[in-house]
Nanobody
Framework: QVQLVESGGGSVQAGGSLRLSCVASGRTLSRAAMGWFRQAPGKERDFVAVVDYSGVRTDYADSVKGRFTISRDSAKNTVSLQMNSLKPEDTAVYYC??????????????????WGQGTQVTVSS
């Protein structure tokens, strides 16, 4: 059984930065694509970023491109999301997810088998 645990969320003013981390346990995910999604109150869960198994290929939602950076350390079974120039519209619960059936990754949440519990990010204006 895989467990994903996110950390690093919090409250920050607009223009600030936060770094989210996700640690996987129970199984190595070195061959799995890893993604970040977010869900704001009353809205659906949206794709944020994904990184392939190698850590080389990445993809971002247009709304975060140029501000967020996803990275992974497969030796430590972790994936991170560096968030800069945060905006109030980035406020959401952020979820880490693993897609062990894909080495490239996808924007589609239904393809991910494992999810963390989420970490709250609040950006004030």
């Amino acid at each position: 059984q895989v467990q994903l645990v996110e950390s690093g969320g919090g409250s920050v003013q607009a223009g600030g930065s936060l770094r989210l981390s996700c640690v996987a346990s129970g199984r190595t995910l070195s061959r799995a694509a890893m993604g970040w999604f977010r869900q704001a109150p009353g809205k659906e869960r949206d794709f944020v970023a994904v990184v392939d198994y190698s850590g080389v290929r990445t993809d971002y939602a247009d709304s975060v491109k140029g501000r967020f950076t996803i990275s992974r350390d497969s030796a430590k079974n972790t994936v991170s999301l560096q968030m800069n120039s945060l905006k109030p519209e980035d406020t959401a619960v952020y979820y880490c997810a693993a897609d062990p059936d894909s080495i490239i990754g996808t924007r589609r949440s239904e393809w991910y088998d494992y999810w963390g519990q989420g970490t709250q990010v609040t950006v004030s204006s």
